[in-house]
């Protein structure tokens, strides 16, 4: 239930991402719209165009299902839908070298295309999204 504003202004996640987090999230709509959507909303739509899947994306990411249990995202991401509960998503604490760029027509759109790079433990994880289908991991190392 973790707004997206409140995870953007959160400093412990900017200093983690080092930016990224609170680069990919500040294009969301407006703040008022960023201060009432949530994080687990966004990740299990699963949109192909969802800022936010793709700026959580990096190693160490995980979700906690209420009858799945704990799984890596890009495990959830390539799930069938089953109408699971989605109870929290987990994110690694600790440094990570973090880039994140979108490409939107407008400054408010959705975005066209989107990428991001994570740096973490010598693991690079890549996450491109902004697809017309639903979210599917295309971690590569």
Known sequence: MVSLRKLETHKSFQAWTRGAGADSLRHIVGTQFRNCATVGGSIYGRFGFSDVLDAVSGSGRQVKLFKGGVLPLREFLDREEDGDILLSVLVKKGQAFAAYESMRNEAVDFPVLTAAVCLRDGQF?????????????????
Do not use: L, Q
Request: proline share 0%; charged share 25%; no cysteine.
């Open 125 to 141: 994880t890549v996450s491109v999204g902004a697809r017309t289908r639903k979210g599917k991991s295309i971690f590569s190392s």
